[in-house]
């Protein structure tokens, strides 16, 4: 346990259906993110937000759109994805976005997401 | 180019072996280079982070860091079949969000 849990943990979706992903820190952290993982590629950053303010966005397509209401909780609210967005979603916090030791970041289980 | 490079194996050790993994990168102002390991069907987790040339050890595990060569690998000793997963290279560029990983190499540690 990290510390960082994600909901739900599976998830099949339809092209046409909107849906969720929620992610909460119990680490204290300030900063939160949102990467992609599929298979043989590496992982890839998608959002960084820091005191709840976005402050990367990795030319990400608007079919994704993070929100981020506190320091606590992160979400990825999904709409009208394409199969190639079959990955698994991971969420990973830090005390900070500085260089520091403290600011290593922590991964959540991630959720696998299949889109038919 | 790929941002961070990794064979992507499998690289095989026998147990008690010294596991030898290596990682270039494309960025000469990389500042920060983490390493991470992934078991199947987990998240990664963080072994060890480095930011200065030369040599960082952490019980079984040693970063080695050279910047010049932009070259960062892992050594780790007395291998164990635990030891087996995916080991991912992180780079951080000078700003904070430049976060780059590789695609990572699968370790596996035979009894």
């Known amino acids: 346990e990290t510390g960082v849990t994600q909901t739900p943990r599976h998830l099949v979706m339809g092209m046409t259906n909107k849906k969720s992903l929620k992610c909460e820190q119990h680490?204290?952290?300030?900063?939160m993110y949102w990467y992609k993982q599929s298979a043989k590629k590496p992982l890839e950053l998608m959002f960084v937000?820091?005191?709840?303010?976005?402050?990367e966005n990795n030319s990400v397509p608007s079919r994704f759109s993070p929100e981020c209401p506190n320091s606590s909780h992160l979400f990825l609210h999904l709409h009208t994805l394409q199969p190639e967005d079959s990955a698994l979603y991971l969420c990973?916090?830090?005390?900070?976005?500085?260089?520091?030791?403290?600011?290593?970041?922590?991964f959540g289980p991630g959720t696998r997401l299949t889109v038919l | 180019q790929k941002e961070v490079e990794q064979n992507s194996g499998p690289l095989s050790v026998p147990e008690g072996a010294i596991a030898s993994l290596n990682c270039t990168y494309s960025?000469?102002?990389?500042?920060?280079f983490f390493w991470y390991r992934q078991y199947s069907g987990k998240s990664p987790e963080l072994i060890m982070f480095?930011?200065?040339?030369g040599d960082k050890e952490d019980g079984r595990f040693t970063a080695q860091l050279n910047k010049a060569s932009q070259y960062v690998s892992l050594l780790i000793r007395d291998s164990q079949p635990s030891d087996s997963a995916t080991y991912l290279c992180?780079?951080?560029?000078?700003?904070?969000?430049?976060?780059?990983f590789g695609s990572g190499t699968k370790l596996n540690v035979k009894p």
């Open positions: 990973a916090s830090s005390q900070g976005t500085g260089r520091g030791a403290a600011n290593e970041q922590f």
């Open positions: 680490l204290g952290h300030n900063a």
């Open positions: 992180a780079v951080r560029g000078y700003n904070f969000n430049k976060f780059y």
């Open positions: 960025d000469r102002g990389s500042q920060s």
């Open positions: 937000y820091s005191l709840e303010e976005r402050v």
């Open positions: 480095i930011y200065s040339n």
